[in-house]
Nanobody, 126 residues
Framework: QMQVAESGGALVEAGGSLRLSCTFS????????RGWFRQVPGKEREGISCIAFYSERTVYSDSVKGRFTISRDNVNNTLYLQMDSLKPEDTATYYCAVITRLDCSGSWWDHRAGAWGQGTLVTVSS
């Protein structure tokens, strides 16, 4: 059974940086993409970034484009999200997921596989 574990969340001042990590276990087949999502209480979870299996393509939502960078280590089955120039509106719980697409095309956020992990909380103070 596939499991994910997010880490790296913290309290940071606006303008600061954080690096989130996500480890996957039990992913047995398929050269699938990986994605990051975030959720604010009372709002729907949103997909903010996706990376294709060989990192040949990355996709970002408008809200994080130019400030966040997604990357992955396929040897260690780990996903990263470098977050720079953080804003108070980035405050959320962040989640990662396997995306059952090869290249993050189309509505990749609708193609998540497996259960959600616990997430990691990022709080950005103004």
């Amino acid at each position: 059974q596939m499991q994910v574990a997010e880490s790296g969340g913290a309290l940071v001042e606006a303008g600061g940086s954080l690096r989130l990590s996500c480890t996957f276990s039990g992913v047995t087949s398929g050269d699938y993409a990986r994605g990051w999502f975030r959720q604010v209480p009372g709002k729907e979870r949103e997909g903010i970034s996706c990376i294709a299996f060989y990192s040949e393509r990355t996709v970002y939502s408008d809200s994080v484009k130019g400030r966040f960078t997604i990357s992955r280590d396929n040897v260690n089955n780990t996903l990263y999200l470098q977050m720079d120039s953080l804003k108070p509106e980035d405050t959320a719980t962040y989640y990662c997921a396997v995306i059952t697409r090869l290249d993050c095309s189309g509505s990749w956020w609708d193609h998540r596989a497996g259960a959600w992990g616990q997430g990691t909380l990022v709080t950005v103070s103004s």
